[in-house]
C-alpha cells in the first residue's frame, strides 16, 4: 500500500525529471528495503531508462537529512572512495547506483551462527569473514584520513565521521574483495573513535551477538581484528580505550532503547574485558 502511494507521488513528482516514470505505472516496479528512518527500494525498470540503469536504488527521505547526505556523497566521489554513484538528487529524493555484492552484516553474521569462537570456523569461511573486517577498516580508515578537519591534537583529530555507522550500511563484492559503504545522511564531524566505537557496537550487538549469547566471544575477537588494521593502516591516530570504552557503552544502550529490549544498561566489565586496549 505504501509502495503504491509512494509509486503515485514518484510519478505526479518526478514525470519532468524522469519522462519514463510518466509512461504508466507498470512500467516500473519497486521493491522496499527495511529501513526504519527513511524509504529505500529497489527501483526496477521494465526497459531501460535514457539517464538511468535499469535497476537502481530510491531513497524518499522522511528526515530533514537528505541535503546533508547529498553533499557527503559528492565530496566523497570526488575522493574515489567506494560508493554508490548519485544518479539522480532533488529532496527528498536521492536515486543511487545499485552495486554488486552481499551486504556485509549477513557475511559476517550468516557465518557465526552456532559458532562461540572464530577458530571453529572451517579455513575458508574464517578467511572470508576476517577479509570482509579488514576490508571494512581500511574503508573507514580511509573516510577519516581522507578527510581529516582538525590535527592540532593527536589524540583528538576531528574527521568526517560517516555517522551512526551500522554494518548493514555497507555491500562486500566478492568477486572483486571490494567493499561499497552508503547511508551518510547523519554523517558530522568530530572524533574520528566515534564511528570506529559505533561499527564495534554493531558487530557486537547483531546476531548472533550480546544479546543471543552469554559470551560472544568471536565477536570481541572480530573487534580486535577491526581495531588492529585500523590503526595500522592510520598509525598517526591515537587509541584512547577510556573514550572509545564510553562510545561503545553508550551506542549499545542506544541499540538497546531502540529495540526495546528487556536487557537493563550494559554493564562495562563484561563486555570490555576481552577487548584490547593495545593499540
Not at 26 to 33: K, P, V
Not at 41 to 48: A, M, Q, R, T, V
Not at 75 to 82: A, G, P, T, V
Request: hydrophobic share 40%; with cysteine; glycine share 2%.
Amino acid at each position: 500500500m505504501v509502495a503504491e502511494k509512494i509509486k503515485k507521488k514518484l510519478i505526479s513528482d518526478l514525470k519532468n525529471e524522469i519522462p519514463e516514470l510518466a509512461l504508466e505505472e507498470e512500467y516500473f516496479s519497486l521493491n522496499q528495503y527495511k529501513s526504519k528512518k527513511n524509504f529505500v527500494y529497489d527501483l526496477i525498470f521494465n526497459k531501460k531508462p535514457k539517464r538511468f540503469p535499469k535497476e537502481v536504488i530510491l531513497k524518499v527521505f522522511r528526515t530533514d537529512y537528505a541535503e546533508n547526505e547529498y553533499n557527503t556523497y559528492k565530496k566523497l566521489e570526488k575522493q574515489n572512495l567506494s560508493i554508490p554513484k548519485v544518479l539522480f538528487y532533488e529532496n527528498p529524493y536521492l536515486i543511487l547506483e545499485k552495486v554488486n555484492g552481499i551486504n556485509l552484516c549477513d557475511v559476517i553474521n550468516n557465518n557465526l551462527v552456532n559458532k562461540i569462537k572464530l577458530d571453529e570456523l572451517n579455513p575458508s569461511v574464517l578467511d572470508l569473514v576476517v577479509l570482509s573486517i579488514h576490508k571494512l577498516a581500511a574503508w573507514i580508515a580511509r573516510l577519516h584520513s581522507q578527510n581529516i578537519v582538525n590535527k592540532s591534537d593527536s589524540s583528538k583529530i576531528i574527521v568526517l565521521n560517516k555517522g551512526d555507522t551500522r554494518l548493514r550500511d555497507f555491500i562486500i563484492d566478492i568477486s572483486n574483495e571490494t567493499i561499497y559503504g552508503f547511508d551518510f545522511e547523519e554523517s558530522y564531524e568530530g572524533n574520528y573513535l566515534d564511528d570506529l566505537a559505533w561499527i564495534c557496537c554493531a558487530i557486537l550487538d547483531t546476531d548472533p551477538g550480546i544479546f543471543e549469547m552469554f559470551e560472544p566471544i568471536h565477536k570481541t575477537e572480530l573487534i580486535n581484528i577491526f581495531l588492529k588494521e585500523y590503526f595500522r593502516i592510520n598509525p598517526d591516530f591515537q587509541f584512547s580505550f577510556q573514550y572509545f570504552a564510553e562510545q561503545l557503552i553508550e551506542n549499545l544502550n542506544i541499540v538497546i532503547e531502540r529495540r526495546s529490549l528487556e536487557f537493563g544498561p550494559v554493564s562495562k566489565n563484561s563486555i570490555l574485558k576481552n577487548i584490547s586496549n593495545d593499540y
